[in-house]
């Protein structure tokens, strides 16, 4: 398997962890004002319950975490705050881009599982935390999530460059 359970899970737990910042981050703009705010706030949600699957296996399995966490941290936050300055179809827009790449992500992780020796525990919660991903990203573009081609084009830039270096960072 070209890509070892520990960088999967590293990956997974950083990328739910910075998806879990970036509706943080649209939340503080946004409040309960916008009408996208209840549908980010129970991404948001399921976002937390990934989160804590995740912190459970990196315990649990000692993986050791990103050592980019604290860059995580400040650069979801930061990304979900300015995509909610835009506005509420922007921010909508910024889950479309990264649910997609999320999407695509968890995907051909299942596929290298499923050929590999396998990890039947973590496979599984790739499956069900990827069918969220695949309802945040719809919910989003059902919302208005289809405007903004060169932010999109430029946000799911960034995710697959965060995927790539938090495998080894």
Same mark, same amino acid.
């Given at each position: 398997m070209a890509e070892s359970i520990d960088q999967m899970i590293r990956v997974d737990h950083a990328g739910e962890y910075g998806a879990a910042r970036i509706y943080a981050g649209q939340l503080a703009v946004m409040g309960n004002r916008a009408a996208v705010a209840p549908a980010i706030g129970r991404m948001k949600a399921q976002e937390a319950r990934h989160l804590a699957v995740f912190d459970d296996l990196i315990t649990r399995r000692r993986v050791r975490p990103t050592l980019l966490h604290p860059l995580?941290?400040?650069?979801?936050?930061?990304?979900?705050?300015g995509t909610a300055l835009l506005g509420p179809q922007a921010a909508m827009a910024c889950t479309?881009?990264?649910?997609?790449? #999320?999407?695509?992500h968890y995907q051909a992780q299942r596929d290298a599982?499923?050929?590999?020796?396998?990890?039947?525990?973590?496979?599984a919660? #790739?499956?069900?935390?990827?069918?969220d991903e695949?309802?945040?990203?719809?919910?989003?573009?059902?919302?208005?999530?289809?405007?903004f081609p060169v932010m999109s084009a430029l946000i799911r830039a960034g995710c697959r460059a965060a995927i790539a270096v938090t495998k080894r960072i």
């Open positions: 995580w941290h400040v650069a979801g936050y930061a990304l979900g705050v479309v881009a990264v649910e997609t790449e #999320i999407d695509r599982l499923a050929s590999g020796s396998g990890d039947p525990e973590l496979a919660h #790739i499956a069900d935390f990827q069918a695949v309802e945040h990203r719809d919910t989003a573009s059902e919302m208005g999530g289809t405007g």
